[in-house]
């Protein structure tokens, strides 16, 4: 394909260094469907020298104190901050989000990730006991583990990335990372703020390229004793089967098929607005996006109503106009793939009430090469189908009609996800019920995606393995060791 002068390249960042690279490959604008940029395509060798420049870096950086790191940590959030409206537009063109979700959820929760953690890191405290009749006293003590690996997707980028690079660092920790390679830029422009920010060279190091190629060097590379990765189940299990060998330590955050389940006595002036971001905000790339709705009957009619009438109002297109609420979707496969699901559950006698194949997109110019989608709404779909099963990752979601608090609790675990819930009901006995034996490492109740970075955040079953958040990030971005002291 032939590429125009003004093409943005990119270059890996080792060292402290912008440094390019032999071969690139093409990344998509998914709202023109334009190529407008060139991501390295690194290998092996790449890996190589990010790793070394992170061993090198290693011993000053984790032998800096707590506040020390934190107080670059601050500046670089600062520094984001300064310019939070440049980066969400580069957001928007390199994901096609909307820039009013770049600008209110993906930018500022970057920001927010340095911050939290150049907190956090301040305040932990490890443990001590005392065997008095022995005359001894235990402790543990904490050490950053080395150069982490941290391997992250194309939906929240830079949201994503920081999530790991901050408690990372935070901890005394190295690292190399590896962005999507769908996903680049604003990892790429990150690294143009770490030397003001004072994070000495090569303490964070990016490498480009994609999953098989950079992502599996990084994943086999023996001195890379643990990785954070973010993606799929198919490919942490790669990661699992590749990094086995080494015994690496492994943080694993999945995909998702959420359910949310919906009482008779829900507030539904609540409960139908919150639903419709929870299905198809960021265009249902999110992995806590709401794919499965189960509505009590006596509500069930009402709901479908209600909730297919607000969903119609979504308008998708041009991501940079303010009256858009769903931009483009990643790329074309993936508009094809989810598109595919939408045709599958007609196939199998579902009905489509609104969205692909019901409404017509009605596009601007420039932007009908881009890969949008209406939020769409299935009904009338067994719990078997594989739009109820299978994560769909787009603007797709499947309301069912239950009974029984029992039967909804067995419908809901009867995926192979589980990451997050939600549930409505004005019962707070049956909240407590509900949550409880929901197969879910995240329950929300009469809300959706309100966050306290302290508190575990993480999937069980295929949904990962590990848990994030200010402790359970401290963990896993650190080595324990009990010390006994005899007197
Ligand atoms: P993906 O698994 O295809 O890719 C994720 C990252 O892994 C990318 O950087 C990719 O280049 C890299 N990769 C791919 N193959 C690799 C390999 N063999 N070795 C090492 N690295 C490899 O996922 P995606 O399509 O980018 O993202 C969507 C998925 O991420 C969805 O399943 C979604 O649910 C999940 N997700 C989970 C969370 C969470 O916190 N649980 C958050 C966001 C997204």
């Known amino acids: 394909m032939a590429h125009s002068k003004d093409l943005l390249v990119l270059e ?7 440094v390019p690279c032999s071969s690139y490959i093409d990344s998509y604008n998914p709202s023109t469907g334009d190529v407008y940029c060139r991501v390295p395509d690194s290998g092996k060798e790449e890996v190589e020298a990010a790793v070394k420049a992170a061993q090198d870096a290693f011993p000053v950086w984790s032998s800096k104190s707590p506040l020390e790191r934190s107080q670059i940590l601050n500046k670089l959030a600062d520094l984001i901050e300064h310019d939070l409206e440049v980066f969400a537009k580069a957001e928007s063109k390199d994901q096609g989000k909307t820039i ?9 929760r970057a920001v927010y990730n340095f911050r939290f953690f150049a907190s956090s890191i301040l305040h932990h405290v490890t443990e001590c006991t005392e065997m008095a009749t022995m005359g001894c006293v235990h402790y543990t003590s904490r050490a950053p583990v080395g150069v982490a690996g941290l391997i992250s997707p194309w939906n929240l980028p830079l949201y994503l990335l920081t999530w790991k690079i901050a408690p990372a660092i935070a901890c005394g920790n190295t690292v190399v990372a590896k962005p999507s390679e769908m996903t680049s830029v604003t990892a790429w422009m990150m690294c143009k703020l770490l030397e003001k920010a004072g994070v000495p060279h090569g303490v964070v190091n990016v490498v480009f390229g994609t999953g098989a190629k950079a992502g599996e060097a990084l994943v086999c590379h023996p001195d890379v004793p643990l990785i954070s990765f973010t993606g799929s189940t198919l490919t942490a299990q790669r990661i699992m089967e590749k990094s086995a060998p080494h015994c690496k330590r492994l943080s694993l955050e999945l995909g998702g098929k959420n359910p949310a389940i919906i009482f008779d006595d829900a507030d539904l002036s609540q409960c139908i607005p919150t639903t419709l971001k929870s299905s198809f905000a960021n265009q249902g790339e999110i992995c806590l996006c709401t794919s499965r709705i189960f509505v009590q009957r006596g509500t069930y009619s009402e709901f479908l109503k209600r909730f297919v009438a607000e969903a119609k109002k979504w308008k998708a297109g041009n991501p940079s106009d303010p009256t858009v609420n769903v931009g483009a979707l990643i790329s074309k496969e993936h508009l094809e793939k989810v598109r595919s699901y939408v045709k599958r ?5 579902a009905r489509v009430l609104c969205g692909e194949g019901v409404d017509s997109l009605d596009l601007p110019a420039g932007n009908q090469k881009g890969y949008f989608m209406l939020p769409t709404v299935i009904a009338e ?14 603007p797709v979601t499947c309301v069912v009609a239950f009974d029984t608090e029992e039967e909804v609790i067995k419908r809901a675990n009867s995926v ?13 006995g049956r909240i407590h019920r509900v949550a409880r034996r929901l197969q879910s490492g995240l ?6 995606l309100i966050r306290d970075l302290n508190l575990p955040f993480g999937g069980m079953k295929a949904s990962g393995i590990g848990r994030e958040g200010a402790k359970d990030s401290y963990e896993f971005f650190t080595e324990v060791k009990t010390i006994t002291i005899k007197h």
């Not at 890996?12 to 912008?18: D, M, T, V």
């Not at 192979?416 to 707070?428: E, M, R």
């Not at 329950?443 to 959706?448: A, D, R, Y």
Request: proline share 2%; aromatic share 14%; with cysteine.
């Open 416 to 428: 192979k996800y589980g990451l997050a819930a939600t549930v409505w009901s004005s019962n707070v």
């Open 345 to 349: 559950a007609q196939a199998e006698g």
């Open 12 to 18: 890996n960042f080792i060292g402290g260094k912008f």
């Open 443 to 448: 329950v929300w109740t009469n809300c959706w």
């Open 381 to 394: 779909v067994q719990d078997e189908s594989c739009c109820m099963q299978e994560e769909i990752f787009g």
């Open 100 to 108: 009013t979700f770049a600008r209110t959820v993906d930018i500022p």
